[in-house]
């Protein structure tokens, strides 16, 4: 069983920065990829980046490419996403998942926060 608690959201202008972090409690938090996804008002959940569990493979949507930066700290069992040059289009809640291995879809992630909201204003 792996607890995420994702925190860092907040309200930002467009052209900022900010970053989120989960925290996953249980020895095990090393064995699991960890992802990050978004949901905007009325819209289905999305693939934000994911990295693996040594964190030799990232992947990130096209949507933030350039832009955000996952990275993982296995010591403190806490994965980061640093979101920068934001866009009003970022605003959504942002969770954090654990998969087995590396991947993009939703199916693949067993274990999820609760989210953090991000609002991006223009």
């Known amino acids: 069983q792996v607890q995420l608690i994702e925190s860092g959201g907040g309200l930002v202008q467009a052209g900022g920065s900010l970053r989120l972090s989960c925290a996953g409690s249980?020895?095990?938090?090393?064995?699991?990829?960890m992802g990050w996804f978004r949901q905007a008002p009325g819209a289905e959940r999305e693939f934000v980046a994911v990295i693996s569990r040594s964190g030799s493979s990232i992947y990130y949507a096209d949507s933030v490419k350039g832009r955000f930066t996952i990275s993982r700290d296995s010591a403190k069992n806490t994965v980061y996403l640093q979101m920068n040059s934001l866009k009003p289009e970022d605003t959504a809640v942002y969770y954090c998942a654990a998969a087995p291995s590396t991947a993009v879809g939703l199916p693949a992630y067993d274990y999820w926060g609760q989210g953090t909201q991000v609002t991006v204003s223009s």
């Open positions: 249980g020895r095990t938090f090393s064995r699991y990829a």
